[in-house]
């Protein structure tokens, strides 16, 4: 709903924005197993610190915390188990990086389980400079679920938009905020970014028109396509699941309404009649529901629809103003932000149950979105005075800043895990 408004009156505060992040990792989590990540050899001739960046990933997930390791470990050898317990850990992980004749880096690994004394594997990755990071986020998701029989996320991808002075730019970067690269920058505000199921293309809203209307963006190519400019505003964009339909906001019938549409443009469908505003969809994983806002109760509060249309069910009962929800891969959970004492912060509810938790202490939290595994919730808040981009575990007791040093930094997505 604050993006429905937002869509009316289109004005940003000017803040100085930039695109680096550097991670912060708070709290203490139930249970987390201890784990050591040994330099790897010939990494200070690396243009990027491999085993700090598996360690950064690791310890933001809230499931591991780092322990102190040894000097000299790499892949080849198997290290002395009885020393690595004295430490306290009960994983290790040592590898190495060296330069190729064609110039590229061969990354190694190897895992071992220090408790069974157990060797759980390794792999090997030949990758350009620019590719290191990514390699080792890829070595951080074989830890995770070699460790955790969870799917890691660390590899994939998320969009955020920022504003710099008069102009706003669409970032994409790695899962810890590193690495950002610009897909659009405009004089005009950007707006909503939503990742396709696919990982390839970002639907999002923008004002370039002098009016919001919807995008579909090649993130590869920077090539986009025109899918939604009806009279009125076109908002809110949200993938289907199989990334053939976009449901959106529309008001080219008057007040604002949800439809759905083909991916490619076209026709669009009235969900339901309302005299309310209906805004912000979001469909279920299995693509059977929507959830979205609307204010046809008094107040904006979170309701479903299938998602061919039908009667609307009110979700959210406790407190009087709910918004920006998001649903996990595993259907288990909605993340939304609530109005609180005059203070927007996000809220987790198990479906199942019904049963709500504030997980922040933030007081003006917005725009959550699950990690593909649904484990993690990235959002955007002000820390200290500052806009930042934070992860937190859905009990809220692990909370990493993708921190900046100063900025406007909203509108965060996580983008799906890589095929």
């Not at 700090?52 to 080849?76: N, T, W």
């Not at 009960?90 to 157990?118: E, H, K, M, Y």
């Not at 951080?140 to 660390?154: H, L």
């Not at 810890?176 to 690269?181: I, K, P, S, V």
Request: glycine share 10%; with cysteine.
């Amino acid at each position: 709903m604050k993006k429905f408004w937002f869509i009316c009156f289109w004005s940003l505060a000017a803040l100085h924005a930039h695109a680096q992040f550097r991670v912060e990792v708070s709290g203490v989590g139930m249970t987390q197993i201890p784990i050591a990540i040994a330099a790897f050899r010939g990494e200070e001739q690396s243009p990027q610190k491999i085993a700090a960046i598996v360690q950064a990933d690791l310890e933001r997930s809230g499931q591991f915390k780092g322990v102190e390791s040894v000097p000299g470990l790499d892949e080849s050898a198997r290290p002395d188990m009885g020393v690595m317990r004295q430490r306290g850990a009960d994983a290790l992980v040592a590898g190495s990086i060296s330069r190729l004749a064609d110039g590229r880096f061969d990354v190694r690994f190897r895992l071992w389980d220090v408790v069974r004394n157990q060797d759980l594997g390794g792999q090997s990755h030949a990758v350009l400079s620019g590719d290191l990071r990514l390699a080792a986020h890829r070595i951080a998701d074989f830890v995770y679920e070699r460790m955790t029989g969870d799917k890691g996320v660390f590899s994939t991808r998320i969009s955020y938009v920022t504003k710099a002075g008069a102009n706003y730019n669409l970032w994409v970067a790695d899962a810890d905020g590193e690495n950002a690269q610009s897909a659009l920058s405009s004089p005009e505000p950007i707006i909503s970014p939503a990742w396709a199921p696919n990982g390839n293309q970002l639907a999002y809203v923008s004002f370039e028109a002098r009016k919001p209307v919807v995008y579909v963006h090649d993130v590869a190519t920077g090539r986009r396509r025109l899918v939604a400019s009806f009279k009125g505003s076109n908002s809110a964009p949200a993938w289907s699941p199989d990334g053939r339909s976009i449901a959106l906001t529309l008001s080219r019938d008057g007040g604002s309404q949800l439809y759905v549409m083909d991916a490619n443009g076209g026709e669009p469908k009235r969900l339901m009649q309302s005299p309310a505003i209906d805004t912000e969809p979001v469909y279920t994983s299995d693509g059977k529901t929507i959830y979205f806002v609307s204010d046809r109760g008094g107040s904006p509060q979170i309701y479903r629809v299938p998602s061919n249309g039908g009667n609307a069910e009110r979700v959210t009962f406790t407190g009087n103003y709910n918004i920006s929800p998001a649903l996990s891969p595993d259907g288990k959970w909605l993340a939304y932000v609530s109005r609180v004492n005059g203070a927007f912060k996000l809220h987790v509810m198990d479906i199942a149950s019904g049963a709500v938790s504030a997980i922040t202490e933030t007081v003006a939290d917005e725009n959550p979105s699950f990690s593909p595994n649904s484990r993690l919730i990235i959002y955007a808040t002000l820390l200290q005075g500052k806009e930042a981009l934070m992860t937190t575990t859905l009990d809220g007791r692990i909370k990493a800043r993708l921190a900046g040093q100063s900025g406007d930094i909203r509108e965060p997505d996580w983008g799906p895990a890589q095929k």
